[in-house]
């Protein structure tokens, strides 16, 4: 095998086989030890044996086909058969600005958002928003959701994972913000993609299960965003990404 060698091929040989992540560099002919969590998935849970083939992917592009080497209760490796660049990721940058919600609910806007090709995540304190994390509670939260982000990638086939970043304020969230479309979900009226150009990236604001306070509004429309509405009915805080994304997806994007 060689690293030209292209997925199509490799799954022509190969069939489908499960993706991993594992956040290492990838050489050819290289022998790699599995990280914990995919050494046992594929031992333990997937039952697989040496001889069987994987793909792995980087986390920022890069896929390799291997096999698996040695199985053992202390490591498992792989051998590195080729090497290919990922073609999972959409032609357009959405950065996603999401209030942080309780339970579940976060986990499923930050999967569905990787589902369908955001760029970034930024989980935010909002007026309204009744979740405050800090310290320790915030770093195994934000871990959590980068590992859920991790997640989504593998299932979806991307091979690019999105960073989550650190929760921050909606103030200090938006005074970053340069993108050329920005857009907040609230009941507004208006079309924002009735537009002449694609943009290559947008920032999309949204708020928690009490919905954006006028504190809120007036401080993105200030910063350059355009309300957004998705219809006559209120969507949940989780759902509300999945309709945005995929609208923009649809306009701007590869969906």
């Not at 959405?94 to 919600?101: F, M, N, P, T």
């Not at 949204?206 to 910063?223: C, K, M």
């Not at 350059?224 to 969507?235: C, D, E, Q, S, W």
Request: net charge negative; proline share 7%; aromatic share 6%.
């Amino acid at each position: 095998m060689s690293e030209t060698l292209h997925a199509a091929d490799w799954f022509a040989l190969h069939g489908k086989m499960p993706r991993l992540y594992v956040p290492a560099e990838f050489s050819v002919g290289a022998i790699l030890t599995l990280p914990e969590g995919p050494a046992r998935h594929v031992t333990r849970v997937l039952r697989m044996g040496v001889g069987a083939p994987l793909v792995l992917f980087d986390g920022h592009g890069q896929e390799a086909g291997v096999c698996l080497a040695e199985v053992g209760r202390k490591h498992t490796t792989v051998a590195i058969e080729a090497i290919w660049q990922g073609s999972g990721e959409s032609p357009l940058a959405v950065h996603l600005g999401q209030a942080i919600s309780k339970g579940d609910r976060m986990d499923y806007a930050i999967q569905k958002a990787v589902e369908l090709g955001v760029a970034a995540i930024t989980p935010l304190y909002t007026e309204r928003g009744d979740v405050r994390l800090k310290g320790d509670r915030e770093e195994k939260k934000l871990a959590h959701w980068q590992a859920v982000a991790a997640s989504a990638c593998e299932q979806s086939g991307r091979a690019v994972v999105p960073p989550v970043y650190p929760p921050k304020t909606l103030d200090n969230w938006l005074a970053e913000r340069h993108e050329p479309l920005r857009l907040m979900l609230h009941l507004a009226t208006g079309n924002a993609f009735d537009r002449q150009d694609n943009p290559a990236s947008v920032a999309l604001l949204i708020g928690p299960e009490g919905g954006l306070s006028d504190v809120d509004i007036n401080a993105a429309v200030a910063g350059g965003f355009t309300p957004l509405t998705l219809g006559p009915r209120v969507l949940r805080t989780e759902t509300a990404p999945v309709v945005a994304l995929t609208l923009l997806q649809h306009h701007f994007g590869d969906v």
